[in-house]
Every structure is written in C-alpha cells, then in structure tokens.
C-alpha cells in the first residue's frame, strides 16, 4: 500500500461525451419556407407586425446604409488625395536632404509656415 495515493487524488481517465447532431438541409430551408409564407399571410391579413421577424434585415440594412453614409464618395478622393500629397511631400523633401544637405531643412522652415499662413488667411 501507497502512503502518498491516500493523501493525493488519484488520476483517472478523461471522459469524452460526443453527441452528433443531425442537420438536414432541406429541413431547414422547408421551415424557413414556411414561416416566410406565415408572414405573408398575416401581413396580407394586417394580424403580424414586422417587429421580430425582419429584426435580422433591418439590422444588415442600416449598417449597409450607414457605411454608405460614413464613406461618401467626395470624401474618400479628397482623403486620398491628401494622403497622396503628404507622400509626395515626404518623398520630395527626403530627396532633397540627401542631395543638398541642411539647405533643403532650411528651406523646408521657410516654405511650411508660409504655406500654412497662406492656408489659415483665407
């Protein structure tokens, strides 16, 4: 006899429960089918209203909407654009450091607060 099995739990094998799951696919979309046809039925009597039923629709139209709403079609040229300038800028000014050295910095000084008051002036 083992005097540390009767201070310690002793291991016992893992169980594993597996439960399969049927799924038929002409079930499903035969109940769908009829409670489309319910709907139809008691809309066309005025009994249902669309409260839970289009929940799901409702829900995937306005983010649908809203993202149209977020993302204009001005916007995103006019973002890309800006983007592709501060690129160009950087590129520009990155060439000109190397080819010039501390002049090309001396200029950048210059030009960018002179720019930026000519922006903010009007």
Do not use: C
Request: glycine share 4%; proline share 4%; charged share 30%.
């Amino acid at each position: 006899m083992k005097f540390i099995s009767l201070f310690n739990k002793t291991p016992n094998h893992k169980r594993f429960s597996f439960q399969p799951r049927y799924y038929d696919a002409a079930e499903e979309e035969r109940r769908e089918r009829e409670e489309r046809i319910k709907r139809e039925i008691a809309r066309e009597r005025g009994e249902a209203t669309e409260d839970v039923p289009g929940y799901r629709a409702r829900i995937k139209g306005s983010f649908h909407s809203s993202r149209k709403r977020s993302k204009s079609e001005g916007s995103t040229k006019s973002a890309a654009l800006l983007r592709l300038g501060v690129l160009l800028f950087v590129t520009l000014f990155v060439m000109a450091f190397i080819t010039w050295g501390k002049p090309a910095l001396y200029i950048l000084v210059l030009i960018v607060p002179l720019y930026l008051y000519a922006k903010l002036k009007r």
